[in-house]
């Protein structure tokens, strides 16, 4: 998948936020959706998209950026406040050949532990009862 193409309405993160798959949501308002990565690079992997119809950060209407980012802000400080790592990773992939497998625009929060590398993008499950455990940390430090 390219850069530019059109937007599937049946990626995986249309589906959640359309309630038709399941996810660990860790806040929610009516533009926005946070949930726990799957298949986590770390302890506490989340991501945060924009409820709105965009493949990747480069067709984002302009004029939801800003308040989306300050979501990716206030799940990042709860993030760090419920699980104090190191330091925190807040990344966003556009296009395949830049690693993007989901095609609905994402920023993924990735908290970094002293002596604990990442493991790798997009593989390897955790188990649900670990994720939801995480999740409940995480929505108690959302301002
Ligand atoms: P990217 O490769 O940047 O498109 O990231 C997509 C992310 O979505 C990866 O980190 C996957 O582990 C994650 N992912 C894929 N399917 C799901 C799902 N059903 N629920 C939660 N995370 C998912």
């Not at 533009?31 to 998209?49: N, Q």
């Amino acid at each position: 998948m390219s850069i530019d193409g059109i937007y599937d309405q049946n990626n995986i993160f249309k589906k959640i936020i359309r309630g038709e798959a399941p996810a660990i949501k860790v806040y929610e308002d009516d533009k926005h959706l946070a949930f726990m990565d799957i298949f986590p690079e770390s302890r506490g992997h989340t991501l945060v998209i924009p409820k709105v119809d965009s493949r990747n950060y480069l067709d984002l209407p302009a004029d939801v950026i800003g308040e989306y980012m300050f979501v990716v802000q206030k799940v990042a400080r709860a993030v760090c406040n419920a699980l104090s790592p190191d330091g925190v990773r807040i990344m966003q992939y556009n296009g395949e050949e830049a690693t993007q497998t989901v095609f609905h625009v994402h920023f993924h929060i990735v908290p970094c532990y002293r002596g604990i590398p990442l493991t790798a993008h997009a593989k390897g499950a955790a188990s649900r009862a670990e994720l939801e455990e995480i999740a409940a940390r995480i929505r108690q430090h959302i301002s």
